[in-house]
Each structure stands twice: as C-alpha cells, then as structure tokens.
C-alpha cells in the first residue's frame, strides 16, 4: 500500500544536529516533489521545507532558513532533512508529505507519513 | 508574509450542513486545498485545487474559492467528520497554513 515512514526522532539539546528520513513505497518517488511539515504539541501544522522531484529546487519557511537542509535518494525511495542549530520552538510531530506535482512549488500535499516526534530540550 | 485566517472553532448538528472559511489576501487568485487531522492521526486531503476530490473522499465535502475566502462545506455532516481542518495555499515558494478549525459535531 500506498506509504510514508518517518524515521529518526528523538529527544536533542538545543544547539545539536538530528536527521530525519522518510522512507517511500507504495507509489513511484521519483516523480513527486516533496515535503516537511511539521506540527507543535497542541498546535496547527507548520510547512518547513520543500524538494522538487530530481532534488534541483529546494525552499524553506523562514524559520527554518539557514539551519535546515532536504534531500533526496531516488535510487533508495527516501528524502531526508538535516536539522542544525536545533531551538527549542523546533519541538513538533515532523511529517513528510507527497506532493501532487513534480515542482518544488505549487499542488497539494496527497499522501502524509505518521511523523516522527522531535523534541528539543536541555 | 501571507496569512490564511480561519474560526478556531465550529458547531454542527448530525446531518446539518457545516462550513469552515479561509481568509487571505486575494486567496480566489490561488489554488486552496484542505486538509482533515483526527486527533492522534496523520492529516488527510480532503480538497485540493479549490474544488477537487481525492479518490475516497465522501461526495459530502466541497470546496469553492472566490475572492479573500475559500470555504470548505460538509453537506449532512456525520459524528466521523468532528475533526481540525486545514486551509493550505501556495505564496510564491511557500506554503502556508491556516491556523486550523475545530469541527464539533453535536
């Protein structure tokens, strides 16, 4: 069936590093861009970041800006976000999303994985 | 930066209608989709490109899109629909939220 399987959550101190992955299947990768969205305990979803289909394009919130990177293995069906500089408003549910088109910009988010809770405290 | 508003909170009756708008600047310009989060679940799509329906969605839910406001209507609103629901729409390079509305089914 149709999948998305976060992985790599954790407890982190402010100021460290931490890597999600999200693992695909069910459904051809390659041609779909896609992102991360993230949801703080008791709060609304927050978009963070976008990759387009071959990896090419890439934007980010502005929160996000500057300490987050994304990245895809098409060959391995999995995206990836590095997050650096963790803060403690990071805290959330990351989800990863499939979007509905190949661009990094644009379409709807059709397919969510069960996320993968972050959570920063020292 | 570009803000999509939403009520935090409706009320409906079973089998009543229900709608949840979506406010933001010039938003029928853009395309809204909506999105359904039952507590302790993923969030599902339930509209996207203002009026669409995703295969599995009920005929029940539609959307429209016009001017600053998108509505997302539940026709015959069932006790399964009580759920938070979404607004997302495309600001250039970035997508946005809106803050979410709590759907009671009463």
């Known amino acids: 069936q149709v999948q998305l399987v976060e992985s790599g959550g954790g407890v982190v101190q402010p100021g460290r590093s931490l890597r999600l992955s999200c693992a695909a299947s069910?459904?051809?990768?390659?041609?779909?861009?896609m992102h991360w969205v993230r949801q703080a305990p008791g709060k609304g979803l927050e978009w963070v970041a976008v990759?387009?289909?071959?990896?090419?394009?890439?934007y980010f919130a502005d929160s996000v800006k500057g300490r987050f990177t994304i990245s895809r293995d098409n060959s391995k069906n999995t995206l990836y976000v590095q997050m650096n500089n963790l803060r403690l408003e990071d805290t959330a549910v990351y989800y990863c999303?499939?979007?509905?088109?190949?661009?990094?910009?644009?379409?709807?988010?059709?397919?969510w994985g069960q996320g993968t809770m972050v959570t920063v405290s020292s | 930066s570009y803000e999509l508003t939403q009520p935090p909170s409706v009320s409906v009756s079973p089998r009543q209608p229900a709608s949840i708008t979506c406010s933001g600047d010039?938003?029928?310009?853009?395309?809204a989709s909506w999105y359904q989060q039952k507590p302790g679940q993923s969030p599902v799509l339930v509209i996207y490109?203002?009026?669409k329906r995703p295969s599995g969605i009920p005929e029940r839910f539609s959307g429209s899109n016009s001017g600053n406001t998108a509505t997302l209507t539940i026709s015959g609103t069932q006790t399964m629909d009580e759920a938070d629901y979404y607004c997302?729409?495309?600001?250039?390079?970035?997508?946005?939220f809106g803050g979410g509305t709590k759907l009671t089914v009463l």
């Open positions: 999303a499939k979007a509905s088109v190949g661009v990094a910009s644009g379409g709807a988010f059709d397919i």
């Open positions: 069910g459904f051809t990768f390659s041609p779909y861009a």
């Open positions: 990759i387009s289909s071959d990896g090419s394009d890439s």
């Open positions: 010039n938003l029928g310009d853009k395309y």
């Open positions: 490109q203002d009026t």
């Open positions: 997302q729409a495309w600001d250039s390079s970035t997508a946005v």
